[in-house]
């Protein structure tokens, strides 16, 4: 269905419209996914991401997707988008995150300073299937509780209550009105609301126990990510040195400009002016209330720094900005933003500036996004860069000590969340319709979930035999 025309279209008419594309494919029809017929080599695909990311970071990719399954998951989006391009889909497009997986989620300050619940990575953000971050999303459910040791009915159940929770949300949002939906969000008094009623309704001693550890994991998850600002990040990240800051050197997870020699063609200095050219570009692309406060700030320092692990190799840095003096710091983010892994097997973005597709899909599905979100070219010919603020309050949940009552609370805020970042780009009315009221897609869903995690078993296996066959070379905790 064209999004641009569904608000213009009649309620009837819209449900009819998804119930149609349910006649044409069912909501069962993912149950049966299996491998397609020639299915790429999913190490040469890894390869083929490696050609053009900084040589010698990919050491590091490769052994932080080495540790489990599941952070080998976590850093193979390019694989399933792959593996999805030929599953069913229904014809109901939204903007999606292209990379919905459980650890993608989390909390990040609104610009009212409160906590906020969302999907917070972008990178692969494209139009496209409702499905395809659905399927990522539930999936990643599965591979993180068989990651835990989980029994096989809490593996089901944690899918299970993803996946339900966004149909019974797009539900909802299908009866709320376009600016309901879209001031619709999730807050931190949400949250642990949510968890109080858990708590008070939890059956058995062994439950409400269970109930009362995730509430208090979310209240430490809280604080922390409330402690988690640029002053923060300047006792961390900086040193104090003749009398102003400047960013510490702890290679090659952090390297200042001071030390990159050559690194990237060019000399220290030239890279200091460089960032500072680019810096003027990127004021541009923000509000004008924004642009005029960011011009109180001057650069001080750059490093590259080393993050996430899918994004291992990708350009990253960070900028150390000072404001009225040294004790008033900002700490900018410059991420490399490249073609959508999407966009090999979708139509390519509208917006031929890749950090431009992550900025403006970001600001689609987010309830709020950060006041210095914006984009400029990168420092060489197709490279890209988008910009936001380091550390903002942002905050995650340790997914490899949940247990099964956290998993699958956590597995339906991810699910509403999701729906609601869906419903603001899509139609609601009808995915919703399509979903239907029955569990068949939860299960449906779930059946995928459970083929997908054994395939990205078996993509592990050959990962790790690769590095052990000295194919690939890992490097382990960094």
């Known amino acids: 269905m064209d999004r641009k025309t569904a608000g213009r279209r009649g309620v009837e008419e819209r449900a009819a419209a998804g119930r149609l594309c349910r006649d044409r494919t069912p909501v069962t029809a993912h149950t049966e996914w299996r491998p397609a017929p020639g299915r790429p080599d999913p190490i040469a695909l890894i390869e083929e991401q490696n050609l053009t990311r900084d040589a010698d970071l990919v050491p590091v990719r490769h052994g932080r997707m080495l540790a489990s399954p599941f952070t080998f998951y976590r850093g193979t989006a390019g694989i399933m988008a792959a593996d999805l391009r030929d599953t069913p889909r229904a014809g109901l497009?939204?903007?999606?995150?292209?990379?919905?997986?459980?650890?993608?989620?989390?909390?990040?300050?609104?610009?009212?300073?409160?906590?906020?619940?969302?999907?917070?990575?972008?990178?692969?953000?494209l139009p496209g299937p409702f499905e395809y971050d659905v399927l990522r999303l539930a999936a990643s459910f599965t591979v993180a509780a068989r990651n835990n040791a989980f029994?096989?009915?809490?593996?089901?159940?944690?899918?299970?209550?993803?996946?339900?929770a966004y149909r019974e949300a797009m539900r909802d949002f299908a009866r709320m009105g376009t600016l309901e939906i879209w001031y619709a969000g999730l807050d931190e008094q949400d949250v642990m609301s949510a968890l109080a009623v858990a708590v008070d309704t939890s059956s058995g001693k062994e439950q409400k126990k269970a109930a009362k550890r995730a509430r208090r994991a979310a209240e430490k998850a809280a604080l922390r990510?409330?402690?988690?600002?640029?002053?923060?990040?300047?006792?961390?990240?900086?040193?104090?040195?003749?009398?102003?800051y400047r960013i510490i050197s702890s290679p090659p997870v952090l390297i200042p400009a001071r030390e990159f020699g050559g690194m990237f063609g060019i000399s220290s200095d030239q890279l200091q002016e460089t960032v500072q050219n680019q810096f003027r570009s990127y004021r541009q692309t923000l509000q004008e209330d924004r642009r005029r406060l960011l011009e109180r700030y001057e650069i001080v320092d750059v490093a590259r720094k080393v993050v996430g692990v899918g994004s291992v190799g990708t350009r990253a840095f960070i900028a150390l900005l000072q404001g009225r003096d040294a004790s008033d710091p900002l700490f900018l983010q410059l991420?490399?933003?490249?073609?959508s892994v999407l966009e090999g097997h979708l139509p390519r973005s509208v917006w031929r500036q890749p950090g431009k597709r992550v900025v403006q899909g970001q600001r689609m599905m987010q309830a709020a996004s950060d006041i210095f979100l914006g984009w400029t070219p990168g420092m060489q010919e197709n490279r890209y860069l988008y910009w936001r603020q380091l550390r903002d309050m942002k905050g995650s949940a340790v997914v490899e000590t949940m247990t099964p009552f956290g998993m699958e609370l956590y597995a339906r805020v991810c699910g509403w969340a999701l729906a609601r970042a869906h419903a603001r780009s899509g139609d609601p009315v009808a995915v919703a319709a399509y979903l239907g009221k029955s569990g068949r897609f939860d299960a449906a869903v779930a059946g995928f979930s459970a083929r997908y995690a054994d395939q990205n078993e078996k993509d592990y296996e050959a990962f790790a035999k690769a590095v052990r066959s000295g194919r690939l070379e890992a490097v382990e905790g960094v």
Do not use: W, Y
């Open 225 to 244: 990510a409330r402690s988690r600002d640029s002053l923060q990040a300047l006792s961390k990240l900086a040193e104090h040195v003749d009398g102003s």
């Open 151 to 164: 029994t096989g009915a809490d593996v089901r159940s944690a899918t299970l209550a993803a996946v339900r």
């Open 93 to 125: 497009d939204t903007q999606l995150c292209g990379d919905a997986h459980l650890s993608n989620f989390g909390v990040f300050a609104s610009p009212e300073r409160k906590l906020i619940f969302g999907i917070n990575d972008f990178d692969e953000t």
């Open 335 to 339: 991420k490399e933003a490249r073609r």
